[in-house]
């Protein structure tokens, strides 16, 4: 069965630093984009990084210099570091494959169920 599934969310407080983790099963993550996308309540869902089969990065903006995304293929898994968390980085963080290989915002194949983040006092 394909599936991604995300973790390490959790409760951090501002200036706080997570993990993400998406493992990958079912398929090898090596020859996919994989992007990292959030969605708090009430808002769309958003795009947060990215990285391309051949290891190119891309971020959004607000998360410039505070996120990293990276893979490790011997695990086919994907990690979203995030550092100085802020209250407005609080969302559901989803993981999702790209086998063109190229970030671009649409489409994605596979998507995880999703990871909570809260940053908060």
């Known amino acids: 069965q394909v599936q991604l599934v995300e973790s390490g969310g959790g409760l951090v407080q501002p200036g706080g630093s997570l993990r993400l983790s998406c493992a990958a099963s079912?398929?090898?993550?090596?020859?996919?984009?994989i992007g990292w996308f959030r969605q708090a309540p009430g808002k769309e869902r958003e795009g947060v990084a990215c990285?391309?089969?051949?290891?190119?990065?891309s971020y959004k903006d607000s998360v410039k210099g505070r996120f990293t995304i990276h893979r490790d293929n011997a695990k086919n898994t994907v990690y979203l570091q995030m550092d100085s968390l802020k209250p407005e980085d609080t969302a559901v963080y989803y993981c999702?494959?790209?086998?063109?290989?190229?970030?671009?915002?649409?489409?994605?194949?596979?998507w995880g169920q999703g990871t909570q983040v809260t940053v908060s006092s």
């Open positions: 999702a494959a790209l086998q063109d290989g190229v970030c671009a915002p649409e489409p994605y194949e596979y």
């Open positions: 079912g398929f090898t993550l090596d020859y996919y984009a």
């Open positions: 990285i391309s089969s051949s290891d190119r990065t």
